[in-house]
């Protein structure tokens, strides 16, 4: 009788694993933080994340050095090493990182002088020497920039969200505190 | 022509396990590993030892694993997968047959992975995996440091090690889950503590204590006492842990040249302000992920059961204990579990919602049963026979006790809604137990994932490399520092040249000598040896001494550096050289913009004035820009301060410094010029802007081994490369071109 208890157990076991895991899905698909209504942002050459389609990219952004279809898109940029990318799940674009060298003449001030200073700073690899990432969660804007001075790095492109939801979605690797690992 | 193959998910997941175990593993497992990632554009030739720093791979894999996405691969993933097979039976009985170290299989299994590599596909650059830049998330708080410790492992039972790491895995976690709180509180414990978990008892730490200084011999006596008490205390824990980690021996890193790259440290220790040691673990990729996790759920709890659990588990008998500490530990941390992260939020938050506040009485009253259910799911997840090992073990401690009964009640539960559609009653409170051990459950796997990840790795690599074939070591005495009053100056200097490998032939001497003062740079007597000898044996030593007299407004407010120069020809190369390094200072030499700030000891001040007039006369165009940059940097010597291994530049014109680095000149130069790297870039950051977009630059990292693929890092260690003339940078041809060209020009 033992043994028909424990193979019951068993199978009920199973099957609540799975039942537990559909419930979790669902759950974790049910935000428990107010999504914030998608608005339109800050936009590079005509593209606005959350709104331009694939479509769009590709006739601004041009060729993609890898394949069109997928969802991440690089494309030449002026350093070498590092491509534009855009980021399209599926047909709309919800991320863009631009990469700035200093052929491009873009500078923090450029970003400052349209949207005032970044409400959020986040620290990353690059805080040890002196780039922090500069966010602007409801303006859908952010940019890795100097601390002191105007050089620029990036500048990334998203659909308006709060800072939680940036960090989760697009800056996993940064934190709200400086903590040099050298 | 080659199948087109896709590295699947399972694929992806035991590599990435393999990667997270360093070399911990049999040379078979390696072979395959690195069999499959060579196949991954970009990653032709990469060692095994590199594998295991690569961030970027271990992204690509994780991308993998998660199905984000699927790279395919020129070959035939299960034709590798065969040939490991057929390699293994061969391997077992080589192994059963010798006395083997797993150095050498892993240095042959790398070298017949290499031979194996079939011909090269046009080099791609590696796709960026992720969205946004994934930059490696900040390792927590990684301590300052002075000592490190490697723990050598020894061979053991496999049965015995793979039963006592479970057996010991709840007391392993809540040390681990508790380290940042009880290092506030007691970091003596938590020292203790971290090193009993690794197996390392009082008896490895008490052996070696002739082998440092008096000082520090001071503050390990307390060490050893701290892990003395937590012995009995937890003198069941201790035995098991014994059997689990079983260790060979243990070694003191007190510097650089002890020859092995920070990540490949066990552990590190940093002296407390009050006295004592305070336990920095290093982890790895995993055990970071694991570690913050179970922090978060369960810091504060296991710092609790391991305060409180000294008297309850000395009265237990050793069988019970295992299960009562799971038992106990696991029960307090959920309880106590009010503000855990994301997902893991938001269930508890559903549940609450759903079930109503007495839930957590609930779960806690529950608690033995959703252990058992995480024991189970952990293992049969996890795989393999550890992870069976656990399931097994799991439900036999979740079984054995009322969990049999309650699991009879539960089928009972579930038959009674079939028959009458009572569904809520019965199906409420083990669909409660299965969702309460899902992030249990995550966490155990971690966590078994992270014990073998403890172990050192057997192959090493050296910060600062030296030849192979030659050494040479320069020594002076008296060693100074001397005052200009002191002038003339006379000391006695001992060159010893080694042949490390085999027999050195075909020599040549080279000697100089150069006084740095702030007027500028002149040469000064180095005398050669009348006669160079024919060839130098290992057995027998090259020794030259020679007695210098320093004299004259020259030397005034000085660096005195002597290097002596070998070149010779070995069994395996033709020119191969090497260098020994002397320095003495006189009067206060020129320090550029640095300035010695704070207290310093009477030794470290001597080795990083040498560093910086080191630095001012070997590279002065690289010390002009950062002195353009800052008008002063400020170095301190601040061991708390410092956040690696050696040093800290934490932004801005400021330096801190540990003794670590400074044994001597030469580590001191590395040290100073890699941390100075930083300050440049900060005051600078037109020139980390240019590295970025150098051709080729950001494909190379990680520069000669360290930094991961960090650019920020690779900026600093290539100028740091550069400064000391290392020879891996030649490796490294662009970050090369770019430091000779932008930054030592």
């Known amino acids: 009788m033992g043994k028909i208890k424990i193979r019951i157990l068993l199978v009920l076991l199973l099957g609540l694993f799975v039942v537990g895991a559909f419930l979790l899905l669902r759950a974790r698909s049910t935000p428990s933080l107010p999504t914030p209504t998608p608005s339109a942002g800050a936009k590079y050459k005509f593209l606005i994340p959350g709104t331009s389609s694939r479509g769009d990219v590709l006739k601004n952004l041009g060729q993609p050095l890898n394949d069109e279809a997928s969802e991440l898109l690089n494309f030449k940029s002026n350093n070498p090493n590092l491509p534009h990318q855009a980021v399209v799940p599926e047909d709309t674009v919800v991320f863009i990182r631009e990469i700035i060298t200093a052929k491009d003449k873009k500078t923090t001030e450029d970003i400052t002088s349209q949207y005032g200073n970044a409400p959020y700073t986040l620290y990353g690899p690059a805080s040890v020497n002196g780039f922090n990432l500069y966010v602007y969660p409801d303006k859908g804007i952010a940019y890795i920039g100097h601390v002191e001075e105007s050089i620029l790095l990036e500048i990334w492109y998203f659909q308006p969200t709060t800072i939680e939801d940036f960090q989760t979605r697009w800056a996993k690797g940064y934190s709200t505190t400086h903590r040099p690992i050298q | ?745």
């Not at chain 2, 007391?171 to 889950?177: K, L, P, T």
């Not at chain 2, 941390?333 to 997902?343: E, F, Y």
């Not at chain 2, 002076?476 to 006695?492: M, R, Y």
């Not at chain 2, 001191?668 to 630059?697: D, K, M, R």
């Open chain 2, 1 to 745: 022509m080659a199948k087109e193959i896709t590295i699947d998910i399972e694929t992806a997941r035991r590599l990435l396990f393999i990667l997270s175990l360093e070399g911990d593993v049999k040379r078979e497992e390696i072979e395959w590993a690195l069999g499959i990632i060579h196949q991954i554009p970009g990653y032709e030739s990469i060692t095994l030892t590199k594998a295991v720093q690569d961030r970027a791979l271990k992204e690509i894999l994780v991308a993998i694993a998660a199905e984000q996405i699927s790279p395919t691969t020129p070959k035939d993933l299960e034709t590798l997968i065969e040939d490991a097979q057929k390699r293994e039976a061969a391997l077992e009985a080589a192994e059963k047959t010798g006395e083997k170290r797993t150095e050498e299989f892993i240095a042959a299994a790398e070298k017949a992975a290499k031979t194996k590599a079939q011909t090269k596909t046009p080099p791609v650059p590696p796709e960026p995996q992720a969205a946004a830049p994934e930059t490696a998330a900040p390792s927590p708080t990684e301590a300052p440091v002075s000592l490190g410790i490697k723990i050598t492992p020894e061979a053991g039972k496999v049965l015995q090690k793979v039963t006592s790491r479970i057996a010991t895995a709840p007391f392993r976690a809540a040390v681990s889950f508790a380290g940042p709180t009880l290092t506030a509180d007691e970091p003596g414990r938590a020292a203790a503590l971290s090193l009993l978990a690794r197996g390392v008892t009082s008896e490895h730490v008490e052996k070696k204590l002739g082998e440092v200084d008096t000082k520090s011999q001071e503050k390990l006596q307390s060490l050893v006492k701290a892990i003395k008490a937590e012995e009995q205390f937890f003198s069941v824990q201790t035995r098991l842990l014994k059997q689990a980690f079983p260790v060979k021996e243990i070694t003191f890193l007190l510097s650089p040249e002890s020859g092995l790259t920070q990540t490949q440290v066990a552990i590190f220790f940093k002296p407390q302000e009050r006295g004592g040691f305070e336990a920095v673990p290093r982890r790895s990729f995993f055990g970071d992920l694991a570690n913050r996790f179970g922090s978060q759920l369960f810091g504060k709890a296991s710092s609790n059961f391991l305060k409180k659990g000294a008297e309850k588990v000395a009265t237990k008998v050793a069988g019970k204990v295992a299960t009562k500490l799971a038992t106990e530990a696991a029960t307090t941390a959920v309880a106590a579990a009010t503000g855990p992260p994301g997902w893991v939020t938001k269930v508890i938050a559903w549940l609450a919602t759903e079930i109503g506040p007495k839930v957590l009485g609930w779960i806690k009253k529950h608690f033995k049963d959703i252990l058992g259910v995480s024991l189970v799911a952990g293992g049969v997840l996890v795989g393999g026979g550890a992870g069976m090992a656990v399931a097994l073990g799991g439900g036999l401690i979740w079984l054995g006790g009322a969990g049999l009964t309650t699991a009879g009640q539960y089928a009972g539960g579930f038959l009674s809604f079939f028959v009458s559609n009572l569904l809520i009653p019965a199906f409420a409170k083990p669909l409660l137990i299965i969702l309460i051990s899902v992030p249990v459950t995550v966490a155990l796997i971690l966590f078994i994932i992270n014990s073998g990840a403890y172990v050192v790795p057997p192959s090493s690599s050296s910060v600062l490399e030296e030849n192979p074939f030659i050494g040479v070591v320069k020594e002076v005495e008296p060693a100074g520092p001397f005052e200009n009053s002191n002038l003339p100056v006379s000391v006695s200097y001992a060159i010893t040249v080694t042949a490390k490998r085999g027999t050195i032939t075909n020599i040549s001497f080279e000697h100089k000598c150069e006084a740095i003062a702030e007027k500028g740079t002149s040469p000064c007597p180095a005398p050669l040896p009348e006669t160079t000898p024919l060839e130098i044996s290992p057995v027998e030593p090259y020794v030259y001494t020679y007695t210098q007299t320093y004299s004259g407004a020259s030397y005034r407010d000085s660096l005195v550096i002597n290097t002596f120069t070998v070149t010779a020809d070995t069994s395996e190369t033709t020119g191969s050289s090497a260098s020994g390094v002397a320095s003495i200072i006189i009067g206060n030499p020129p320090t550029g913009c640095y300035n010695i700030a704070g207290t310093w000891p009477a030794n470290e001040r001597a080795a990083i004035m040498a560093a910086v007039s080191n630095l001012i006369g070997g590279s002065p165009t690289y010390v002009a820009r950062l002195c353009a940059a800052y008008s002063q940097v400020n170095l301190y010597y601040d061991p708390p301060k410092v956040c690696g291994a050696w040093g800290c530049a934490p932004g801005g014109n400021v330096i801190y410094f540990n003794s670590a680095g400074l044994g001597n000149t030469h580590n001191a130069t590395y040290i100073l010029a890699h941390e100075s790297g930083h300050v440049l870039s900060y005051g600078s950051p037109n020139l980390y802007q240019a590295y970025l977009a150098f051709p080729g630059t950001l494909g190379e990292l990680p520069v000669c081994t360290y930094g991961g693929g960090e650019p920020a890092e690779g900026f600093a260690e290539a100028i740091a490369r550069f400064a000391v003339g290392s020879s891996c940078l030649a490796n490294e041809p662009n970050n090369k071109l770019f430091v000779e060209t932008y930054i030592f020009r």
